[in-house]
């Protein structure tokens, strides 16, 4: 039986293995020593990661994770599965043949290593690498290319790989994007300003040079031109900022809050960023920034789900793809 041409691995941030204290220290402490996401200097971060964060965090991240837990495991997680089959089908019948797809996240499970030992078992011998951010930032796509390096460092056996960087302006996302919030839209039977909200990054980051802010602004520009938005009916911000430095602009949580007390009517609220919904969409953005505004005197909220595993978003995987493995 001959190889596959390639296989594809998917790639996402990550996740707890349960929503439980213990469970989040292990998920935390890797993550945010990651100094692609932290870049402060070693031993301060050390002193400051385990003597403050690890200490008082991992309870209240534990409860809002069990807030959102399903059956499955964490959100992320079991959306991330939800899109590797209905991607793997669409490939297989694409190019009629087996197209190994793997999940793999940058921290926790599943690892990059078991990703490679089933492309192993597979006889894969070249891999897309898809790390799921529309909008390239080193704290996330470059994390993902630091953590494939060391899960690679070892292999006696190199596979041949290719790397997808970003995919902000891609006319299958942004036409997704827009489809979504038209439907919300028509199921809800009106419509309100329209707030993006985009996981944030220290502002220091974007002025050594990362290209972030200028992708989130290209995209919800994109993004309300397709839906045919004046520019007084859509806002974009940013949210989940960590720490005490200034992070990009305007914050999220302020907006709500500000838009609160100015009695505004109606509010929708998606979050291109995340391909998958997660603890940032389904508690931050769907609960908490919920209640500062309605707290703060505003009307109606509304959250708009990200695309997960909707046939437009995986049909724009699948484009993607075929594009980037053009040659094999």
Same mark, same amino acid.
């Given at each position: 039986?001959? *190889? ?7 790639? =996402? ?36 990661? =385990? ?19 399903? /059956?499955?495991?964490? %959100? ?7 899109? +590797? ?24 499970? %599943?690892?990059? !290593? ?20 529309? +909008? ?17 460092? /070892? ?13 902000? /302006? ?6 997704? &994007? #827009?489809? *979504?919030?038209? !439907? ?54 940013? +949210?989940?900022?960590?720490?005490? !430095? ?45 209640? =500062?505004?309605?707290? #703060? ?9 990200? &695309? =997960? ?9 699948? *484009? ?9």
């Amino acid at each position: 039986m001959s *190889s596959p041409r390639f296989g594809v691995m998917l790639v =996402n941030l990550g996740t707890p293995e349960s929503p439980t204290p213990a469970a989040v220290r292990r998920y935390l402490a890797e993550f945010l020593w990651d100094r692609r996401v932290i870049d402060v200097s070693r031993p301060l971060w050390w002193l400051i990661l =385990n003597g403050i964060v690890l200490r008082t965090r991992p309870k209240r991240v534990a409860h809002a994770y069990a807030s959102v837990w399903q /059956d499955e495991g964490s %959100p992320l997680l079991a959306i991330g599965r939800r899109q +590797q089959r209905a991607l793997k089908a669409r490939l297989d019948e694409r190019f009629g043949t087996d197209v190994p797809v793997e999940l793999a996240m940058t921290y926790g499970k %599943p690892t990059m !290593e078991e990703a490679g030992m089933a492309f192993r078992r597979a006889g894969v011998e070249r891999i897309l690498v898809f790390p799921l951010y529309p +909008q390239y930032s080193r704290s996330t796509t470059a994390s993902v290319f630091d953590r494939l390096a060391k899960a690679l460092k /070892d292999c006696p056996h190199l596979p041949e790989m290719r790397f997808i960087r970003d995919y902000h /302006d891609h006319p299958g996302y942004i036409a997704a &994007l #827009a489809s *979504s919030v038209e !439907e919300h839209w028509e199921r809800e039977g009106k419509r309100g300003h329209l707030l993006m909200s985009y996981h944030g990054i220290p502002k220091r980051y974007a002025e050594e040079g990362d290209p972030y802010p200028k992708h989130c602004e290209r995209t919800s520009r994109l993004v309300a031109e397709k839906l045919g938005l004046a520019d007084d009916e859509w806002t974009m911000s940013y +949210q989940s900022r960590f720490g005490r !430095e200034e992070w990009l602009k305007p914050y999220t949580d302020e907006t709500l809050m500000a838009w609160g007390k100015q009695g505004r009517e109606r509010v929708d609220v998606m979050s291109p960023a995340f391909s998958a919904d997660c603890l940032e969409t389904l508690e931050e953005i769907a609960v908490e920034n919920r209640d =500062n505004f309605i707290n #703060a005197g505003g009307k109606e909220y509304s959250f708009i789900e990200s &695309l =997960n595993d909707r046939d437009d978003h995986i049909a724009l995987f699948e *484009s993607l793809i075929v594009h980037h493995t053009e040659g094999w």
